[in-house]
């Protein structure tokens, strides 16, 4: 089974600032996609930024880019020029690739980071 | 693309009365999720569809909750003789294929069971 562990329960963060919140993982798995999603006050997910493990170059969404180490099972999101919008709850995720029994398509989440961005 | 919608969007129940949700995914996407999330949690997964088929079951969906989604459109999920431990935001989250694609959710039912 998999598991996703988010050490940072909360952050926060001046405006126009840098944050990056940390994310490992553990699976067995060599194929798979990690994800971070927001979850603003509205409840709503809302899809951040997508890594698929195989490739090497970190993926980047604008002011969003991740930091993704796979031998050490690690998958930090920073947030460039950190606005008001941005506070909400961050959760990372995880899902296998390719089919392979129960819970393949299955996202497992974090248990989240809580970001405040502050004026 | 009117997203994912999901009613009702708060319910306030009595232990042991059936509750039902109701989601309905983004028209062109052929999977559906229902998720559970929990107080200071993250989602965790209950039920998959690939359209009209239920192809997954977590070990946390018991014998008292239900889900449908006939003709690959709608899901409900019901959740009969409820339970304070019951209480919980069930997110419903559609994609299309591949199933590693980006998925949508809708905001989510708050149920609470006084």
């Known amino acids: 089974a998999q598991t996703v562990t988010q050490s940072q329960p909360e952050m926060s963060v001046q405006e126009a600032e840098t944050v990056t919140l940390s994310c490992t993982y553990d699976?067995?798995?060599?194929?798979?996609?990690l994800f971070w999603y927001k979850q603003p006050p509205s409840r709503q997910m809302i899809l951040v930024i997508r890594q698929e493990a195989y490739k090497q170059q970190n993926a980047t969404e604008n002011r969003f880019s991740v930091n993704f180490q796979k031998a050490a099972k690690s998958f930090s999101l920073k947030i460039s020029d950190s606005q008001l919008g941005d506070t909400a709850m961050y959760f990372c995720?995880?899902?296998?690739?390719?089919?392979?029994?129960?819970?393949?398509?299955?996202?497992?989440f974090g248990k989240g980071t809580k970001l405040s961005v502050i004026p | 693309d009117t997203g994912v919608s999901q009613d009702p969007r708060h319910k306030i129940t009595k232990r042991g009365q059936n509750v039902t949700f109701r989601c309905d995914p983004i028209s062109e996407h052929n999977r559906l999720y229902w998720y559970r999330q929990t107080l200071g949690q993250g989602p965790e997964f209950l039920t998959y569809?690939?359209?009209?088929?239920?192809?997954?079951k977590s070990r946390l969906l018991s014998d008292r909750f239900s889900a449908e989604r006939p003709k690959g459109s709608f899901s409900t999920l019901e959740i009969q003789r409820t339970e304070q431990g019951d209480s919980a935001m069930y997110l419903c989250?559609?994609?299309?294929?591949?199933?590693?694609?980006?998925?949508?959710f809708g905001s989510g039912t708050q149920l609470s069971v006084l």
């Open positions: 699976t067995s798995e060599s194929n798979y996609y």
């Open positions: 569809f690939q359209n009209e088929a239920q192809l997954e």
């Open positions: 989250a559609s994609s299309g294929a591949p199933p590693q694609e980006k998925l949508f």
């Open positions: 995720a995880f899902m296998m690739s390719s089919y392979s029994g129960a819970g393949s398509y299955q996202l497992t």
